[in-house]
């Protein structure tokens, strides 16, 4: 972020502290000063992500989708992706990060519990509507805009496919410490949530 600093270029970067969940401590930074590493006398660990510039919007509104699989085997890899989701909206209109909103954690964080606090959120009992979306609703909303449902799909089973692949050494790690070798059949599941 230092190093191939670019005057023309002023990226906005999202910082998650590390063990955080629910949004908490999750803030938007344009220059590294403002990183913040310590609490009290100890060196704080998190993520920095560069924040994606024109998102893709619904109802003007930033989203993210949330997927679940399942990983029923390790030895042979055996993934599953389920074909409905969630859908999380922001509750302030989009606007382009800038110094004077970088605050404004309604218009550029999705997450369900900061924005379940906003005035703006909405609970709807339709599918389509509202703060919480399912993913169909959302794909529907797409297809009708001309984007290509079954490409998508494909992107994302690729995506989901290289991550789980790219954790299945750590979960061996785990797993055979946990699970004696040689026991026949599956053992257990475990949530892991990304």
């Not at 409905?84 to 909206?89: A, D, H, K, S, V």
């Not at 999705?110 to 959120?121: A, C, I, K, M, R």
């Not at 001309?146 to 061996?172: C, F, H, M, Q, Y």
Request: hydrophobic fraction near 40%; proline fraction near 6%; aromatic fraction near 8%.
């Amino acid at each position: 972020m230092v190093k191939e600093k670019d005057a023309t270029v002023n990226p906005t970067f999202i910082v998650k502290p590390d063990g955080g969940s629910q949004g908490d401590g999750i803030y938007l930074i344009r220059d590294p000063s403002d990183l913040k590493l310590m609490t009290g006398s100890q060196a704080k660990q998190g993520v920095v992500q560069e924040y994606i510039q024109k998102p893709l919007l619904i109802d003007k509104l930033k989203f993210d989708i949330r997927l679940y699989v399942l990983i029923k085997s390790l030895e042979p890899l055996e993934i599953y992706i389920a074909k409905e989701g969630l859908t999380r909206f922001c509750t302030e209109l989009y606007q382009e990060p800038s110094q004077k909103n970088l605050s404004h954690v309604f218009m550029h964080l999705t997450n369900y519990s900061l924005n379940v606090h906003s005035g703006n959120f909405v609970h709807s009992d339709s599918q389509s509507t509202g703060s919480k979306r399912t993913l169909s609703s959302v794909l529907y909303r797409l297809a009708a805009k001309g984007v290509d449902i079954k490409r998508v799909w494909s992107d994302i089973i690729a995506l989901v496919i290289k991550t789980v692949i790219a954790v299945v050494p750590e979960l061996r790690v785990y797993y055979q410490a946990d699970i004696p070798p040689g026991k026949p059949g599956p053992t257990c599941f475990q949530v892991i949530i990304q």
